[in-house]
């Protein structure tokens, strides 16, 4: 839980709101796409779920972004119609998982990118020590970023 007046939290702010099935059934099975046969289990799956055509297209076929509870619903339906990769695991826990590795990927993307900044920053500042814009100015330890 954060405290106040210092924002969310990194697990509040890095983990992803919208997946995709496919990204998600990559993650279950180890990085492999979903093949013809997987592709027609999923939408035989869903039809006994109770989704209309156009639904199911946009989840299987145009893979569609949906919601994090959406998302456990589908998986939920998936396993219960034994599609490769969900009949054998809790459809709750493969989605936590996923969200957890994607969300450490965006986190470690991100203290990447602000490590380059900072980066880039000392060097600007060693290299022109006089710039007011970048330097410290007065007796003031703030650095002003252009951003």
Known sequence: ???????????????????????????????????????????????????????????????????????KQVARDLKAGKVYGFATKNPDIVVKQYLNKERLKSQSIARIRKEHMLEERADDIKSNPNNSRLSNSGTSSRVNLPF
């Open 1 to 71: 839980m954060p405290l106040p007046f210092t924002g969310k939290s990194n697990i509040v702010k890095f983990t992803p709101t919208k997946a995709k099935v496919s990204s998600l059934y990559k993650s279950v099975t180890k990085n492999s796409a979903m093949s013809a046969s997987v592709k027609a289990s999923a939408i035989k799956a869903l039809q006994n779920a109770g989704y209309d055509s156009t639904k199911i297209s946009k989840i299987v076929n145009k893979d569609e972004a949906l919601s994090v509870a959406k998302l």
